[in-house]
């Protein structure tokens, strides 16, 4: 049983962590907006970097980006705490139906590898080339989501034994 309720509360704790980066960015909309902004222009990279061309300055798109990051957190952060109410709800069921009852709770930690990860790592770090700038480089931050992410979905994709009566 034990097993089981550390798999709910770090599904429930990575739900509230995640719910409190998109709170954030919607309660102070402008502070990582800047930094959305400053990574989409390319303005802080190498100078000489032939990747220029792929920068966005438009405004309207920069904006769009950024509510798109806050829409994928924002289900991250639903899946991941709807999938712990249901593992809370089924932890004395057969370890069988236990273990089905993890698909909210992997889709949304899986939503949420795919933010940090093909988001900010691929597409920020490497198509805009955050890893060039000293200020607005994010990629150890991302890493850092998408280590605690991976390692959730692995300890949870365990499968539970039986209670015992």
């Not at 709170?23 to 990279?45: C, E, P, R, W």
Request: include cysteine.
């Amino acid at each position: 049983m034990m097993l089981r309720l550390s798999k709910v509360v770090l599904v429930a704790t990575i739900a509230l962590w995640l719910a409190l980066v998109a709170f954030g960015n919607l309660t102070d909309y402008g502070s990582n907006l800047v930094f959305v902004q400053h990574v989409l222009a390319m303005d802080s990279i190498f100078p000489d970097a032939a990747i220029h061309y792929r920068a966005i300055h438009a405004p309207l798109l920069q904006h769009a980006a950024y509510v798109l990051i806050i829409a994928i957190e924002t289900l991250a952060a639903l899946l991941c705490g709807l999938g712990a109410w249901r593992l809370w709800r089924a932890r004395r069921a057969p370890a069988a139906l236990f273990h089905r009852t993890k698909r909210l709770a992997v889709a949304g930690l899986g939503v949420g590898v795919l933010l940090w990860l093909g988001g900010f790592m691929a597409i920020g770090g490497e198509w805009f080339g955050m890893w060039m700038s000293s200020q607005w480089n994010g990629l150890a931050s991302a890493f850092r989501f998408v280590v605690v992410l991976l390692l959730a979905l692995v300890y949870l994709g365990q499968r539970d034994d039986e209670l015992d009566d």
